[in-house]
């Protein structure tokens, strides 16, 4: 595998970003302009295509989010069971999420540091993963 970094670790896959974002759109598309332009016999029709493609769409964000959130919580335990094992305490709560799931990258060298930088100068996870200097590769997030 490449050498994961800032600029590549974020993961695309073409099928289901591209392809499958821009037919539900086309689909939302089509239906709503064959329900304006329908017949007054087949509007029942074009209004089910229509909340058909409206389903469809909900459907392909939750199937995205939920899986998402699954990892979030995982990655939230390992990264509070990484800094229990480097320091005995629990992981201060005032970090964020979004930092928590940017630190995963830091390596034990700097996570200490970067984590009480991230809490005491409020960084984003962009800031975060832009001062990693030895990034530790996640090649299992989806």
Excluded: C
């Excluded at 909900?58 to 390992?78: C, G, H, N, S």
């Amino acid at each position: 595998m490449n050498e994961q970094n800032y600029k590549n670790h974020a993961q695309m896959v073409p099928g289901f970003h591209y392809v499958g974002m821009l037919s539900i759109l086309a689909l939302i598309g089509g239906s709503i302009n064959y329900l304006l332009r329908a017949t007054p016999e087949n509007k029942y029709l074009a209004s089910l295509l229509v909340l058909a493609a409206f389903i469809f769409a909900v459907l392909w964000i939750y199937i995205r989010t939920f899986p998402l959130k699954a990892q979030d919580r995982a990655i939230k335990a390992e990264e509070a069971l990484r800094y229990y094992i480097m320091t005995g305490k629990a992981m201060p709560t005032e970090l964020k999420m979004g930092q928590i799931i940017a630190l995963r990258f830091a390596g034990d060298s700097e996570y200490l540091a970067l984590l009480e930088r991230a809490i005491k100068e409020n960084l984003s996870n962009k800031e975060i993963k832009l001062a990693i200097q030895n990034w530790k590769a996640d090649h299992y997030r989806v």
